[in-house]
């Protein structure tokens, strides 16, 4: 007979394959409706400079998270994402309040539920919050030039990665000078280089460089904060 | 009506959706009726079920605000999907500026999209750009799980740093730009490249951000509002982008990339 975990990985594959499918059938169905299918020239171009980053940090995601996350808790979370900032601080907090281990059955349990309660709360304050704003029109008022937020809503970027990138400066500043030289130089020479082609130079020079001084030793003394963080 | 916020694109939400309760409510009673025949508590079950929600408001809020960030440009429907699964707020934003680049479209998710094309590239090269670890999980999560485990010591630090570090990469692309970057010079739009405004969104949002750390680090109460610094932080530097612009007017005119 079958163990629970053998099972939940049964589930776990069902319901992954069967996600893979609806989420690729949405832009389908959205070309089929508007009648406007993408170049294949431009799908690829634009693929090709997120495919070269997401695609092994996707795996890398895999291979970091799945340990902590429990097998259906693993499965769930990469249905509906947001891991680092919601699936596993969740995760983690459960497993610590209620004293199980993850790789018991126990905590399985407890993993599956706190993610699973995650997905639903989330998914519904999502989709809430998506109908107050379609019913009050809230976004298209304050995105238009003729509104006075106009400003702000062009510095979006900076605002938005600002916020993201402060603490990872913070913390990891010996691997963010790199790139950021490498960056400015290349837009001090060339400042229409778009992001899709800074992404790729960006992202290689991190990992080379950060992969060079793991190799140094440069690291050694933050074991803790990094595993901390 | 726009295109992009139509019915039929709310059905497809919707779906989607429902799609995702489905599987959370199906693991979720799965995990319930085993715990009950391990003879865990129900109150353990109950609280940790509780905690989870709780923990879940906050961040779940912070990815409205970035839905209503991509929505000037790509509609409500799409964001809502794509933040709804698998999606993460550095993964489609740079996805769906890749795409619009791709296509020639300087000024990427700064502009509201109006044509069905770039929509629907867009939407595939969010979608597509994404699916990977739903490729791969069916295939090396049994496997994974046995093994890795117990192998985690020096790899997971390595593993840490890289993660750490392509994060940064992506991170810095965007950041760049907002130093020396140059706007669209074909459409000659006012305030669309590296300049007064760009700098000052960038500087306050860090600034903040790392005043939210500070301070929830130095007052252990504060600790709710940590889940809340990311998107107040962005906010915030939008704020200080309004303010600079109010007082000085023509700072918005300043820009050293144009």
Same mark, same amino acid.
């Given at each position: 007979m079958k163990s629970y975990f053998d099972k939940t990985h049964t589930w776990g594959r069902i319901w992954t394959v069967a996600a893979l499918v609806v989420f690729l059938l949405v832009p389908v169905a959205f070309s089929i409706h508007l009648n406007a299918w993408p170049k294949a020239e431009y799908f690829f171009k634009g693929l090709a400079s997120v495919a070269i980053i997401f695609y092994p940090t996707g795996i890398i995601e895999v291979i970091s998270y799945a340990p902590l996350l429990g097998a259906a808790g693993t499965y769930l979370s990469f249905v509906t994402g947001n891991i680092a900032n919601l699936k596993l601080p969740c995760t983690m907090s459960a497993l610590e309040t209620s004293g199980? !281990? @993850? !790789?018991s059955e126990e905590g399985e349990v407890i993993s599956t539920i706190a993610v699973a309660v995650s997905s639903i709360v989330t998914t519904l304050i999502i989709a809430i919050g998506v109908l107050l704003m379609s019913v009050t029109g809230f976004v298209k008022e304050i995105t238009s +030039?003729? !509104? +006075? @937020?106009y400003p702000a809503f062009q510095q979006i970027l900076p605002c938005l990665f600002g916020a993201i990138g402060a603490t990872y400066f913070y913390k990891h500043w010996k691997i963010t000078i790199a790139p950021l030289v490498v960056v400015l130089a290349v837009l001090a020479f060339s400042?229409?280089?778009?992001v899709g082609v800074l992404i790729p130079i960006s992202v290689a020079v991190a990992l080379i460089v950060t992969h060079v001084m793991y190799k140094k030793g440069v690291f050694g003394k933050e074991t803790e904060s990094v595993r901390n963080e | 009506m726009d295109f992009k916020s139509s019915p039929f694109m709310y059905a497809v939400g919707s779906i989607i959706v429902i799609f995702v309760l489905a599987q959370s409510t199906f693991f979720l009673v799965r995990a319930i009726k085993r715990g009950k025949e391990l003879g865990i508590d129900s109150e353990k079950m109950k609280n940790t079920a509780l905690q989870s929600a709780l923990f879940s408001i906050a961040p779940a809020i912070s990815i409205v605000a970035t839905v209503i960030v991509l929505s000037g440009a790509l509609g409500v429907v799409l964001p809502w999907i794509r933040l709804t699964v698998i999606g993460a707020i550095q993964y489609e934003t740079s996805s769906a500026q890749s795409a619009l680049n791709a296509m020639g479209n300087a000024a990427g998710i700064a502009s509201a999209i109006t044509d069905p094309e770039q929509f629907t590239t867009v939407a595939w090269v969010m979608t597509v750009g994404s699916v990977m670890p739903l490729v791969i999980l069916p295939f090396i999560l049994k496997k994974l799980q046995k093994g890795i485990g117990k192998a985690m010591g020096k790899n997971k630090l390595w593993s840490d740093l890289m993660s750490a570090a392509a994060f940064i990469g992506i991170i810095i692309a965007f950041v760049g730009r907002a130093i020396l970057g140059t706007g669209d010079k074909k459409e000659d739009?006012? $305030?669309? $490249?590296? $300049?007064v405004l760009s700098i000052t969104g960038l500087v306050s949002s860090v600034a903040f951000m790392l005043l939210f750390s500070f301070l929830v680090k130095k007052f252990?109460?504060?600790?709710?509002i940590e889940s809340f610094a990311m998107p107040l932080s962005m906010f915030l530097g939008m704020g200080m982008v309004l303010l600079v612009n109010h007082l000085l007017p023509s700072a918005y005119l300043i820009e050293w990339r144009y």
């Open positions: 199980y !281990s @993850v !790789s +030039p003729d !509104s +006075p @937020v400042g229409g280089t778009q | 739009i006012i $305030g669309d $490249g590296a $300049g252990p109460k504060l600790k709710k």
